[in-house]
């Protein structure tokens, strides 16, 4: 495992678990700040600013430099924390791209010396010492809630390694302040003089602070207010993770997720498609053991180290799965996982015979269902190798199969047929004879998972777990995409 997988998965890791905690929001973002410095390349100070009322404060800082950074900004009314204050629907400022996923829109200076986009902060930040930022935008959608920044005494300290880890930090702290209730944004931006101070200053949290007993109380009142519930938090992160699906050419995703009934009972199902460095469409499907805040939590680690084991070096689905349990295993993650990692690939003779493979590796997981061009439905079961998180080293084994144009992929969760009192063989084989009768009707793909949602999910009081469902459909090459897919992207 390279050096930027140990950081990245130990900064997701971390980061899970600030957000697992159930602190206040300002505790959760000091803690952030704090792995920004530990964890990002080339960090040395990081701040975060969140947005409102007009005005941008200051909510969290690692250090008296990255304090003084934040305040210049402020006098000066000029700099790369205040980028907070643009509306997202503008135009993107200048220097502005978006990270791997689409989610975070980051603002990188490799040289604050004699930079023209903010000069009277360049200046006083190179005469202390300061020389390249790296700036997150959190949640960039209308409603931006504020900005992490981070900074190094280097030029051009920041390289996209550190672009990969700071952008899991930045989606944590819009996560955390997305969550918090407004009233608790409000007291973060009221007290922020007192929120700047290093990590190291935090109090000791198994010390009780020094009080007078009638302001304990009202004190306690004030901390409750500003914890996020659980099972809201869970739900929030869950639906963090869901990024919107590429659309490769000829190739038409579209994906379906539905929390269980009961709002307690959120668990770790996620679903994911990615090109990967070869050019391959990659497809995760995966249930994470367990139905709380830690389930949820763990199942966003196991998503983006996937994604960045599997973007990073080339391997087969078995050999991608087995780098995963070794991160898992390595870093202590305690990941209990079922998952299915397919590649949809094609060799030039493929290509010419208008055909494509697929290559899956299963870890435990409910099988894909193969629709063919003709409506036929067919599991395609094979001996699932163990869960993620098991055993480290243990043998993981691919398949494959040809794909027909016009065939399609579903990959699901067992939450769309596990019913109590009904055996997963007859469940899998009544899906089989439904996705036939809904396929054999030429349905579109998203209208074939509309469907199956409506006649497994809509009686709520049968869904009794959270439930992701993923299609992929092979469109013929031969011919020009189908309006019904939308534009390839």
């Known amino acids: 495992m390279t050096s930027i997988d140990r950081g990245l998965v130990r900064a997701i890791a971390e980061a899970a678990g600030a957000l697992r905690a159930g602190d206040s929001v300002q505790h959760v973002l000091q803690e952030l700040v704090g792995l920004a410095v530990a964890r990002v390349p080339g960090c040395e100070h990081a701040a975060v600013s969140i947005a409102g009322e007009g005005a941008v404060t200051t909510a969290a800082a690692s250090d008296e430099v990255a304090r003084s950074l934040e305040r210049i900004q402020h006098q000066v009314g000029r700099g790369p924390s205040l980028v907070a204050q643009l509306d997202a629907t503008q135009d993107a400022a200048p220097g502005a791209a978006r990270d791997a996923a689409g989610d975070v829109e980051l603002f990188v200076t490799g040289e604050l010396a004699g930079d023209e986009r903010w000069p009277d902060f360049s200046k006083r930040a190179t005469e202390i010492g300061v020389r390249s930022v790296l700036s997150f935008r959190l949640s960039p959608t209308p409603g931006t809630l504020g900005v992490l920044s981070l900074y190094s005494r280097l030029p051009h300290a920041f390289n996209p390694d550190s672009q990969i880890v700071g952008s899991v930090l930045a989606a944590h702290a819009a996560l955390a302040l997305r969550t918090a209730p407004e009233h608790g944004r409000a007291l973060l931006r009221q007290d922020a003089p007192h929120l700047r101070r290093s990590r190291t200053q935090q109090p000791d949290r198994d010390q009780a602070p020094e009080q007078a007993p009638e302001q304990a109380p009202e004190q306690a009142r004030e901390r409750a207010r500003e914890h996020v519930d659980q099972g809201e938090l869970a739900l929030a992160l869950q639906r963090s993770m869901i990024t919107d699906l590429p659309q490769p050419d000829h190739l038409q995703l579209a994906a379906v997720y539905r929390p269980a009934a009961e709002g307690h009972e959120v ?189 497994y999910l809509d009686d709520a009081l049968a869904v009794e777990d959270d439930t992701a469902i993923l299609g992929i459909r092979m469109h013929p090459e031969d011919r020009p995409r189908p309006p019904e897919a939308g534009p390839a992207s």
């Open 267 to 455: 668990g770790g199902d996620f679903y994911d498609a990615f090109t990967d460095g070869e050019g391959a469409t990659c497809l995760v499907i995966g249930d994470v053991v367990g139905h709380d805040m830690h389930a949820a939590a763990v199942m966003g680690a196991v998503r983006n180290v996937l994604r960045g084991i599997a973007y990073d070096r080339a391997g087969s689905p078995a050999q991608v799965l087995a780098r995963l349990d070794a991160a898992v295993h390595g870093l202590g993650m305690q990941a209990m996982t079922t998952l299915v990692l397919a590649r949809v690939e094609q060799t030039q003779t493929e290509r010419a015979a208008g055909l494509r493979r697929l290559r899956w590796s299963n870890a435990g997981h409910p099988p894909p269902l193969l629709v063919h061009p003709d409506g036929r439905a067919q599991l395609l079961r094979t001996t699932p190798d163990v869960l993620i998180g098991v055993a480290a080293g243990l043998a993981r084994s691919d398949h494959e199969v040809l794909l027909q144009p016009g065939a399609t992929l579903l990959l699901f969760t067992d939450g769309l047929i596990e019913r109590r009192g009904e055996h997963l063989t007859h469940s899998l084989d009544h899906l089989v004879t439904t996705v036939q009768e809904i396929a054999r009707t030429d349905a579109p793909l998203q209208a074939l998972l509309d469907e199956l949602q409506r006649r």
